[in-house]
């Protein structure tokens, strides 16, 4: 949340105004590069951000929702990936880290059936391959 309020900052205004905030404070100065990481962590921290709140709600959180979130969050990882300059790294150790956490879990036939009958999901967010 602080790496994307500074984000928004930046985006918001301009890049002028984060650096003069930092003076202020006596911090140092945003490099461009700096600049652009800060970009691309927003872009590929959020999705992971938004999973992890709708994984962790007390209400309306079923077991049908997991596998279907694991996929879109890693889905939309992938997709982010090639785009990247600076958070490519970033994106492959979060992956990663989903298929050691999660991946044998896909396998598992209740966990499939409850997000299958799960009327928000149902079959959209299967691939081709695991329809088959």
């Not at 970009?39 to 921290?45: A, D, F, H, I, L």
């Not at 300059?85 to 036939?109: I, K, M, N, T, W």
Request: proline fraction near 5%; charged fraction near 20%; hydrophobic fraction near 40%.
């Amino acid at each position: 949340m602080a790496v994307a309020k500074i984000h928004s900052i930046i985006e918001n205004q301009t890049e002028s105004v984060l650096n003069s905030l930092c003076k202020k404070l006596g911090l140092p100065v945003f490099r461009p590069n700096e600049v652009n990481f800060v970009s691309e962590y927003v872009k590929v921290m959020q999705p992971v951000a938004k999973s992890l709140d709708t994984l962790q709600a007390e209400m309306q959180c079923f077991v049908g929702i997991l596998l279907p979130t694991v996929a879109s969050l890693r889905t939309r990882l992938e997709q982010l990936k090639v785009t990247l300059r600076y958070a490519g790294p970033l994106a492959d150790a979060l992956l990663e880290g989903l298929q050691q956490r999660f991946g044998h879990l896909e396998q598992r036939q209740d966990l499939l059936q409850a997000s299958v009958s799960h009327p928000q999901f149902k079959l959209r967010w299967l691939t081709q391959n695991q329809l088959r």
